[in-house]
């Protein structure tokens, strides 16, 4: 069995709250029809969502989760990590391809590279 992440970076709790609420919310909705029983499946999908998503930092690679699977990227791969314009972080790797980190923001990220033991430096210099 693999070790614990060093760290676990989530959506808000708020998120899971509101995902929970609107389940109890739908469940008489969808009692009182068999045609409208579907309408369950959303606020549950959000649920597990909220519950599953996210990434997780390990010293020597990424996982991040989605609903429906995830991808582990090396450390060894990832060229840059960068936030948007709305803090979000997204990770560069090496091939050019770029994977959002889920659950990662631009307050978090100082927590998320110590995690992975590259802690925040001065950036390199030249000397001339």
Do not use: C
């Amino acid at each position: 069995m693999r070790n614990r992440p060093a760290l676990r970076v989530r959506k808000s709790g708020a998120v899971l709250v509101a995902a929970l609420i609107a389940v109890v919310g739908a469940v008489p909705l969808a009692g009182a029809s068999w045609a409208l029983a579907p309408i369950l499946l959303i606020p549950l999908a959000v649920l597990i969502w909220a519950w599953r998503a996210g990434t997780d930092v390990y010293p020597d690679e990424l996982r991040v989760r989605a609903l429906f699977g995830g991808s582990r990227v090396p450390w060894s791969r990832i060229t840059e990590l960068a936030p948007d314009e709305r803090g979000r972080v997204s990770a560069l790797l090496d091939n050019g391809n770029v994977i959002r980190l889920t659950g990662v923001n631009r307050d978090n990220l100082p927590l998320v590279l110590a995690a992975g033991g590259h802690p925040l430096g001065t950036p390199a210099t030249t000397e001339q």
